[in-house]
């Protein structure tokens, strides 16, 4: 007990929340939201770019807008907050200080340099590469210096968070194994520094290259090696958000693991398998071979789709069989339609898992078949699937679990509660239809990051069918609608925490939590009755199956090559 | 709790519950069936990316498909030559910035090997409304072997972002019926 440090309890949860790591999470998870903020600006602009009846931005504007869309948001907004949701992990699940909040402060300045500098070289209007900044395209300097910066902040977050589980340990704050949510944030973790590192072996090189130093790049070699950092960086949030489900279904609903062991496991598949998955963008590159394609775009026989279904049933069946304990028992769905649908932390967070699961999982195994991709690369039902991934998924995860943290963490009661209430729904729904519709477009043989599908002025002009119109226009409303959720959520949130009101903070423990011991032990004398959720698992399962062999019917559909 | 430590401090000797062991084994056997779906795929469909490509210059690149337009040209449009290959012979697309050069008039239930390279920067090959989607490296001579099975005129889009032209970037390409051989 060398270091002795105020801490609170919080009189909800009765979790005990260090000061270092609340300023941190603070700090992390407010400028996050500014970045999504930014990100999200952006965003809007490109959907009603691609709307053809309205197509706002002029071409050059448009590409650095799309630019930094995909950056302030994939990038920024995302791993800012994830490392908010590593501090909150560490320190307050497991009632730590945290490990060197004065390197975690360096870690947090880093990156918040590193994305003013790449922001600024987006807006100067020289760096319109893309997030993925495929060489020979080429980019000011300070575009990569920036990204690299960042990455080594975010790299110094994950060395703080594996700090703390230390401090944890030897200290002795917890007992026997860390909770699940932890192991899962850990999961991520180790996978972010793998991903940081691949970033680091690519993007170091492309900077060197930009101020002369290296004279040629290989743009096979770059996509291989970009993507095992681009790939990667996508099962981090998925770690994430995944953990943020769990979360949430333990704090609303008092939900506990079916069975620790599974879920575990489930985790771990995903440290074993997800980072083969950079072959999903290289299936139609030439010189590689199709067995490395095959074998590394399935994750070794879909070893880690197998941990994301797992994850499928694991989540709403801790939910049930939570909810059945407490009497909600009547028939297969009475423990679901008595679920907090008010509380904007559950229900923005079971709509990320119903959305992440059927529009993202789905579509993300299909697309990776090493043959389907023919008719689907580089197509906008790309963006389509991962809006379903990583906003649907993790951005609304996030935000659902903000609604937990503002309470927790910042100390005020949430202001505007029917806005809050209705977030998830209005977010939720024009998320889930610029998915559908880009995946719409994408089938039409719309392609992405394109400013004009009408190809005006082009000398061989291609007219697209008159349906990929209407679907871009339907993505721009339904961008619109996302646009209207996300602003509400950022009104709400920076609101309650500029003018919430207080909660008292107060460092008496709590009597033992009334929640957790409605759920009594789980194990062997207790099988756990899930009939609900089986049902959902079943009607998952058999979309999935159709819509897989659908895409099939469509591949031998197009001309045969081999 | 999931947030609390397990309270069994052996979880890893629970017995898995029974529904969800019956989960884990059909998403186990339905990833078994997608990993050999592809490989049957491989043996049995008639949609597969050939594995041939070769390291080549632009320079040689675009010789051998200059060869191939000063050969086989039959008219001029738009300023591009459309170029009538012979049945069987190799035929050669140019992807450059920003164009797909020559236009390509190829006949139908005819076989071709398809050559693609870039003399510049990344393009994405995107045949529509057939919707056949690669990507295109400069350095790297794909070759793939394509049976067009639909006549018309067929629009070549970029797909991949390179640059301010990209959207400009179209190509065309020509299947026509049989002339009999
Ligand atoms: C209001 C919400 C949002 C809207 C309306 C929106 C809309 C769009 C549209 C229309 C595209 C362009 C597709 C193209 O032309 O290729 C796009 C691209 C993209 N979006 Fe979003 N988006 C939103 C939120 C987000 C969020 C929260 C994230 C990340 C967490 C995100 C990540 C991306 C990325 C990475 C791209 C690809 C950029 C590229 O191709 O380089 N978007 N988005
Ligand atoms: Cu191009
Ligand atoms: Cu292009």
Same mark, same amino acid.
């Given at each position: 007990?060398?270091?002795?440090?105020?801490?609170?309890?919080?009189?909800?949860?009765?979790?005990?929340?260090?000061?270092? +790591?609340?300023?941190?999470?603070?700090?992390?998870?407010?400028?996050?939201?500014?970045?999504?903020?930014?990100?999200?600006?952006?965003?809007?602009?490109?959907?009603?770019?691609?709307?053809?009846?309205?197509?706002?931005?002029?071409?050059?504007?448009?590409?650095?807008?799309?630019?930094?869309?995909?950056?302030?948001?994939?990038?920024?907004?995302?791993?800012?907050?994830?490392? +908010?949701?590593?501090?909150?992990?560490?320190?307050?699940?497991?009632?730590?200080?945290?490990?060197?909040?004065?390197?975690?402060?360096?870690?947090?300045?880093?990156?918040?340099?590193?994305?003013?500098?790449?922001?600024?070289?987006?807006?100067?209007?020289?760096?319109?590469?893309?997030?993925?900044?495929?060489?020979?395209?080429?980019?000011?300097?300070?575009?990569?210096?920036?990204?690299?910066?960042?990455?080594?902040?975010?790299?110094?977050?994950?060395?703080?968070?594996?700090?703390?589980?230390?401090?944890?340990?030897?200290?002795?704050?917890?007992?026997?194994?860390?909770?699940?949510?932890?192991?899962?944030?850990?999961?991520?973790?180790?996978?972010?520094?793998?991903?940081?590192?691949?970033?680091?072996?690519?993007?170091?090189?492309?900077?060197?290259?930009?101020?002369?130093?290296?004279?040629?790049?290989?743009?096979?070699?770059?996509?291989?090696?970009?993507?095992?950092?681009?790939?990667?960086?996508?099962?981090?949030?998925?770690?994430?958000?995944?953990?943020?489900?769990?979360?949430?279904?333990?704090?609303?609903?008092?939900?506990?693991?079916?069975?620790?062991?599974?879920?575990?496991?489930?985790?771990?598949?995903?440290?074993?398998?997800?980072?083969?998955?950079?072959?999903?963008?290289?299936?139609?590159?030439?010189?590689?071979?199709?067995?490395?394609?095959?074998?590394?775009?399935?994750?070794?026989?879909?070893?880690?789709?197998?941990?994301?279904?797992?994850?499928?049933?694991?989540?709403?069946?801790?939910?049930?069989?939570?909810?059945?304990?407490?009497?909600?028992?009547?028939?297969?769905?009475?423990?679901?339609?008595?679920?907090?649908?008010?509380?904007?932390?559950?229900?923005?967070?079971?709509?990320?898992?119903?959305?992440?699961?059927?529009?993202?999982?789905?579509?993300?195994?299909?697309?990776?078949?090493?043959?389907?991709?023919?008719?689907?690369?580089?197509?906008?039902?790309?963006?389509?699937?991962?809006?379903?991934?990583?906003?649907?998924?993790?951005?609304?995860?996030?935000?659902?679990?903000?609604?937990?943290?503002?309470?927790?963490?910042?100390?005020?009661?949430?202001?505007?509660?029917?806005?809050?209430?209705?977030?998830?729904?209005?977010?939720?729904?024009?998320?889930?239809?610029?998915?559908?519709?880009?995946?719409?477009?994408?089938?039409?043989?719309?392609?992405?990051?394109?400013?004009?599908?009408?190809?005006?002025?082009?000398?061989?002009?291609?007219?697209?069918?008159?349906?990929?119109?209407?679907?871009?226009?339907?993505?721009?409303?339904?961008?619109?609608?996302?646009?209207?959720?996300?602003?509400?959520?950022?009104?709400?949130?920076?609101?309650?925490?500029?003018?919430?009101?207080?909660?008292?903070?107060?460092?008496?423990?709590?009597? +033992?939590?009334?929640?957790?011991?409605?759920?009594?032990?789980?194990?062997?004398?207790?099988?756990?009755?899930?009939?609900?959720?089986?049902?959902?698992?079943?009607?998952?399962?058999?979309?999935?199956?159709?819509?897989?062999?659908?895409?099939?019917?469509?591949?031998?559909?197009?001309?045969?090559?081999? | 709790?999931?947030?609390?430590?397990?309270?069994?401090?052996?979880?890893?000797?629970?017995?898995?519950?029974?529904?969800?062991?019956?989960?884990?084994?059909?998403?186990?056997?339905?990833?078994?069936?997608?990993?050999?779906?592809?490989?049957?795929?491989?043996?049995?469909?008639?949609?597969?990316?050939?594995?041939?490509?070769?390291?080549?210059?632009?320079?040689?690149?675009?010789?051998?498909?200059?060869?191939?337009?000063?050969?086989?040209?039959?008219?001029?449009?738009?300023?591009?030559?459309?170029?009538?290959?012979?049945?069987?012979?190799?035929?050669?697309?140019?992807?450059?910035?920003?164009?797909?050069?020559?236009?390509?008039?190829?006949?139908?239930?005819?076989?071709?090997?398809?050559?693609?390279?870039?003399?510049?920067?990344?393009?994405?090959?995107?045949?529509?409304?057939? /919707?056949?989607?690669?990507?295109?490296?400069?350095?790297?001579?794909?070759?793939?072997?394509?049976?067009?099975?639909?006549?018309?005129?067929?629009?070549?889009?970029?797909?991949?972002?390179?640059?301010?032209?990209?959207?400009?970037?179209?190509?065309?390409?020509?299947?026509?019926? /049989?002339?009999?051989?």
């Amino acid at each position: 007990m060398a270091i002795k440090e105020q801490y609170r309890i919080c009189q909800t949860t009765g979790l005990r929340v260090y000061k270092s +790591a609340e300023n941190l999470i603070k700090a992390n998870a407010v400028v996050a939201v500014v970045f999504l903020l930014v990100g999200g600006i952006f965003g809007i602009m490109v959907a009603l770019t691609r709307w053809k009846a309205v197509h706002l931005l002029p071409a050059d504007w448009f590409y650095l807008a799309l630019t930094a869309h995909g950056i302030n948001l994939l990038v920024v907004w995302i791993i800012f907050f994830e490392i +908010a949701v590593l501090y909150f992990a560490s320190s307050v699940l497991l009632g730590c200080r945290l490990a060197t909040p004065k390197i975690a402060w360096a870690g947090f300045a880093l990156m918040l340099i590193g994305a003013l500098i790449t922001n600024v070289a987006v807006l100067q209007g020289n760096s319109s590469v893309m997030f993925t900044s495929y060489v020979p395209l080429k980019a000011d300097p300070s575009f990569y210096a920036g990204v690299i910066l960042f990455a080594v902040g975010a790299l110094v977050g994950c060395f703080v968070f594996f700090g703390t589980l230390v401090i944890a340990k030897q200290e002795k704050t917890y007992e026997g194994s860390v909770p699940l949510v932890t192991f899962g944030a850990t999961v991520a973790a180790i996978i972010a520094v793998f991903t940081i590192a691949s970033g680091a072996i690519i993007l170091i090189p492309t900077f060197l290259w930009s101020i002369g130093y290296v004279n040629h790049l290989d743009t096979l070699m770059y996509r291989t090696v970009w993507w095992a950092f681009g790939h990667s960086s996508q099962q981090i949030n998925v770690a994430a958000h995944i953990s943020i489900w769990y979360l949430i279904s333990a704090v609303t609903l008092g939900a506990k693991p079916l069975s620790e062991k599974v879920s575990r496991g489930a985790f771990l598949l995903y440290i074993l398998f997800l980072q083969l998955a950079s072959a999903h963008h290289l299936l139609v590159d030439p010189g590689i071979s199709s067995e490395w394609k095959i074998f590394n775009t399935s994750y070794a026989i879909y070893l880690a789709v197998l941990g994301s279904m797992i994850h499928g049933l694991t989540v709403p069946g801790s939910m049930e069989a939570a909810q059945r304990k407490k009497g909600y028992t009547n028939g297969l769905f009475e423990w679901l339609r008595k679920c907090p649908w008010g509380n904007p932390a559950f229900s923005g967070m079971f709509i990320s898992l119903i959305l992440f699961g059927f529009l993202g999982g789905i579509s993300g195994v299909v697309m990776g078949v090493e043959q389907i991709n023919l008719i689907i690369h580089n197509t906008i039902y790309v963006p389509g699937h991962f809006h379903a991934t990583v906003v649907a998924g993790t951005t609304l995860a996030f935000m659902a679990v903000t609604y937990l943290l503002v309470p927790l963490i910042f100390q005020r009661e949430l202001i505007l509660p029917w806005f809050a209430k209705i977030q998830p729904y209005v977010f939720g729904l024009g998320v889930a239809g610029i998915s559908v519709f880009m995946m719409g477009a994408g089938t039409l043989g719309v392609p992405r990051r394109h400013w004009d599908i009408s190809q005006a002025d082009a000398v061989l002009p291609y007219d697209f069918p008159g349906a990929a119109n209407l679907m871009m226009g339907l993505n721009g409303m339904s961008a619109v609608l996302a646009g209207l959720g996300g602003a509400i959520f950022i009104v709400v949130v920076v609101g309650s925490i500029l003018f919430g009101k207080k909660i008292a903070s107060s460092n008496e423990p709590v009597a +033992a939590e009334e929640e957790a011991t409605v759920v009594s032990e789980y194990g062997s004398e207790e099988h756990p009755n899930i009939p609900g959720t089986l049902i959902l698992v079943a009607v998952f399962f058999t979309s999935f199956v159709l819509y897989y062999f659908v895409n099939w019917k469509y591949l031998a559909e197009v001309w045969p090559l081999r | 709790m999931s947030v609390s430590p397990p309270k069994n401090k052996i979880w890893w000797n629970e017995p898995v519950p029974k529904s969800e062991l019956m989960w884990v084994i059909i998403a186990f056997v339905w990833g078994l069936i997608m990993f050999f779906m592809m490989v049957y795929w491989h043996a049995y469909g008639e949609q597969n990316l050939s594995n041939e490509a070769y390291r080549i210059t632009a320079e040689d690149f675009s010789a051998k498909t200059q060869t191939m337009v000063d050969k086989y040209t039959v008219r001029e449009e738009s300023g591009y030559p459309v170029v009538h290959p012979p049945v069987g012979e190799d035929v050669y697309l140019i992807a450059r910035l920003w164009q797909w050069w020559p236009i390509l008039e190829l006949e139908k239930g005819k076989s071709y090997r398809l050559h693609l390279s870039s003399l510049d920067w990344m393009h994405g090959f995107s045949l529509q409304p057939v /919707n056949i989607n690669l990507q295109i490296h400069p350095d790297y001579e794909m070759v793939i072997t394509i049976t067009p099975t639909t006549s018309g005129e067929f629009g070549i889009v970029c797909n991949e972002y390179c640059g301010i032209g990209h959207h400009q970037m179209l190509g065309r390409m020509y299947v026509v019926d /049989n002339e009999g051989t």
